[in-house]
């Protein structure tokens, strides 16, 4: 499941022209297309893969693993900024952004798991939703402007010039972080829960705490809408709802009925997926610098492909080649750990 989120993320982050299927984008503020289920997916799968490795982990470990997935993060903006030829790039360059989101996520949940008995994580759960809940009530948290409680923190906190510029809300921000934590954290006892599972009829439990999820998100999302841009509550419980009976559906499909085949390229994906990421982030403004990818998309208008069509098969095409490096590191068994 990881490696078809991370499959899933350099799809519709490399799409090229101004049309592109609407569930390839994401929603513009309140909504919920399929791209808008990418990263919440991944978190929830960080979520699981800290409660499978917890026993092995160690505060430093953690605080370690954490500094460099940030810094990973922060350095590929440098390197965008790089190859637009901005070398002053301290001045403006981009402090948050999706590893950093995750390295934030990574460092509290598995601090949590190692502090806290894990049937007391689902009281930090709905403390922090709660909480944020508040925020987003009495800080204007659903204005798509500068009064928004989430665009005022980050301004005061690093100043604008070193946040998203195409909207006034960053939506990798600091405060909506306590959201995604807990969204990491639901993941963590999803994770504990199938270790805990021994049979199809035992992970029944597991089925309908990710349906209620899902349906209480909705209900939800009537007074605080889905909104992917500041990580709403309701948008944490339908999509970890949605996660959670993917996970399970794949559970069945290839560990009990033993039918992975046709799976394999996303284990590929999923044993370097923060690699093959990085790599994907750092190849596609290359790619771009040179207009590789416009001459790639208007051969394709020019051969007749409608535009969306053309956009999707770039994409799968750029997919294609990341493929091939995650298929050479999986041949030879190379491992790359962030």
């Not at 460099?68 to 900024?81: A, K, P, S, Y």
């Not at 906190?157 to 959201?179: F, R």
Request: proline content about 3%; hydrophobic content about 55%.
């Amino acid at each position: 499941m990881r490696g078809l989120t991370v499959f899933l993320m350099i799809l519709v982050n490399n799409g090229v022209g101004h049309e592109q299927f609407t569930e390839l984008q994401h929603s513009k503020w309140d909504g919920l297309t399929l791209c808008d289920l990418v990263f919440p997916f991944f978190l929830f799968m960080v979520g699981v893969s800290v409660w499978l490795a917890h026993k092995r982990l160690t505060p430093q470990k953690i605080v370690s693993r954490t500094i460099r997935l940030f810094l990973v993060g922060v350095l590929l903006h440098v390197w965008d900024m790089l190859l637009d030829g901005q070398w002053a790039f301290w001045h403006e360059v981009r402090l948050w952004g999706v590893l950093q989101r995750i390295a934030l996520c990574y460092c509290a949940a598995a601090l949590l798991v190692l502090y806290v008995k894990p049937q007391r994580l689902v009281y930090c759960i709905a403390a922090l939703l709660a909480g944020y809940a508040a925020l987003l009530y009495f800080g204007h948290g659903y204005s798509p402007d500068e009064t928004n409680v989430l665009c005022r923190a980050d301004r005061w906190l690093v100043g604008q010039a070193h946040l998203y510029h195409k909207s006034p809300i960053d939506p990798e921000g600091l405060l909506g972080t306590i959201p995604s934590i807990a969204h990491t954290l639901i993941g963590v006892l999803v994770g504990r829960g199938l270790g805990a599972s021994e049979s199809l009829r035992s992970l029944k439990s597991l089925k309908f705490i990710g349906a209620a999820m899902f349906f209480v998100g909705l209900a939800l999302s009537l007074w605080l809408p889905l909104n992917k841009r500041i990580w709403s509550p309701s948008y944490v419980l339908v999509t970890c709802g949605l996660a959670t009976l993917l996970l399970l559906m794949l559970v069945w499909l290839v560990d009990m009925e033993g039918n992975n085949r046709w799976c394999r390229l996303f284990q590929m994906f999923g044993m370097n997926a923060f690699f093959l990421y990085v790599l994907s982030e750092m190849l596609a403004p290359v790619v771009s610098h040179f207009g590789a990818n416009h001459t790639i998309y208007e051969a394709m208008l020019s051969g007749g492909f409608d535009p969306r069509m053309a956009s999707l098969c770039y994409a799968l095409l750029f997919d294609s080649l990341i493929a091939i490096v995650a298929w050479t590191l999986w041949r030879y068994k190379i491992f790359v750990k962030v």
